[in-house]
């Protein structure tokens, strides 16, 4: 009967297959761990740094400082999106295209013109797929983001605002609440609101001067949120790539569960029936 | 001028560099060394590059070289927010975060 090799031959295959799921969960564990460290890590710089540009920031420096500006009427808007260049992460890298042209309709439907900015692979071949045109393509940012990434990839986009290019920027990326909750975000990173009720700096001692410190501080600050956004994005994406392999390998389980069920079934089909003819021939010939 | 200790804090943006207690703080301003003492008034500097003291409170020191950044007094907290903390600074870098005062004045 040839059902019982069939069987083993899937069996077989579903087999490697879930090794090799098995293999990638252990391996996205083993980044996810180290990725959520440097997000942690990361975190403090930019609480700090938040706090010192919302004591220093005070209204009526906008007109002196292009990176300050609050554009009256926002004409055109970069999108920043930061996508992985792997897949195999179930749904992650979808969530976040669907952010991002969510985003871009809403825009456009208020009459803005759109500029797309993109880091990895996965948003890139989206993007190309679709004929969309985009002003940055970026695939060379690894598992470890550093702050030169960080940036390469704002510092243009900060110098079109700057120059008045574009009057906002947007950056879509995940934001990292725990290891299975990662959803996408767009954050609006230009202009910088002013806060409402921000502290004061009149009592600080200040060296030199507070819009001095801020014409200095901002562009780490734009940076800064953007190298965030990097290292929350790796994390996030080892995070669904974990789930995604770790669902994979239960699935392989639960598969090879039944293969192996319907094979012995075959098996034994098959020795009953080999039993039944021997017994048949031998009844035959008396 | 009651505590007698500063707390402080070196962060980068990668990590906390440093956070302990000491007795002083000695760091690149843009404008030339600044010494922090306990009791110092809230103070906020910019910083250039260059060698970043801690004197411990037990006595002996830490020293590091930062780039960039500002400097936060308030209360006995010291935090020093530098975009690079570490035993050497590469020399581009270094040139980097170098301030005219006329940039600034």
């Known amino acids: 009967m040839a059902g019982a090799r069939d069987v083993k031959r899937r069996i077989k295959s579903v087999d490697n ?42 209204p009526g420096m906008s007109e002196k400082y ?12 970069a999108v920043l999106l930061l996508t992985a260049n792997r897949g195999l992460a179930g749904a992650y890298n979808a969530n976040l295209i669907k952010e991002a042209r969510n985003l871009l309709e809403d825009l456009r439907r208020k009459g803005m013109e759109t500029e797309l900015h993109i880091a990895g692979k996965k948003g890139i071949a989206f993007f190309r797929f679709r004929g969309e045109e985009m002003m940055t393509q970026r695939v060379d940012i690894g598992d470890s983001p550093t702050v030169e990434d960080a940036e390469s990839l704002v510092g243009p986009i900060r110098d079109r605002f ?14 990292f609440r725990s290891a299975v909750s990662a959803p996408p975000a767009a954050r609006e990173l ?34 800064n949120a953007v190298f965030t956004a990097l290292v929350e994005n790796v994390a996030a994406e080892q995070g669904a790539r974990r789930t995604a392999m770790k669902n994979a390998t239960d699935n392989a389980g639960e598969m090879l569960e039944l293969l192996t069920r319907s094979y012995n079934r075959a098996r034994q089909a098959q020795i009953t029936q080999e039993i039944a003819e021997i017994v048949g021939g031998s009844a035959a010939l008396e | 001028m009651a505590d007698k200790v500063l707390n402080v804090r070196v962060v980068s943006p990668q990590k906390v560099v440093f956070q302990d207690a000491a007795a002083s703080v000695v760091a690149p301003a843009w404008d030339g060394h600044l010494g922090i003492l306990p009791g110092h008034a809230p103070m906020l500097a910019l910083l250039g590059a260059g060698s970043l003291a801690v004197d411990l409170p037990g006595g002996g020191s830490r020293s590091f070289q930062i780039g960039g950044g500002v400097l936060k007094v ?6 020093v927010l530098t975009e690079h903390a570490g035993d050497e600074l590469p020399a581009d870098l270094l040139a980097g975060f170098v301030i005219h005062p006329e940039d600034v004045a």
């Open chain 2, 74 to 79: 308030e209360g006995t907290e010291v935090t």
């Open chain 1, 190 to 223: 230009l202009p910088i609101r002013p806060k409402e009720n921000a502290a004061s700096a009149d009592t600080f001692i200040l060296s030199p001067a507070g819009d001095h410190i801020l014409e200095r501080i901002l562009p780490l600050y734009v940076r």
């Open chain 1, 66 to 77: 292009p990176i300050l500006r609050q554009p009256a009427q926002v004409k055109r808007v």
């Open chain 1, 17 to 58: 297959t879930r090794q090799i799921t098995r293999t990638m969960e252990l391996v996205a564990t083993s980044k996810l761990k180290r990725a959520t460290d440097r997000v942690y890590a990361a975190r403090p710089y930019a609480e700090a740094l938040r706090d010192v540009v919302g004591s220093l920031y005070a």
């Open chain 1, 162 to 175: 700057e120059a008045g290019h574009v009057d906002a920027v947007y950056v879509v990326g995940s934001d």
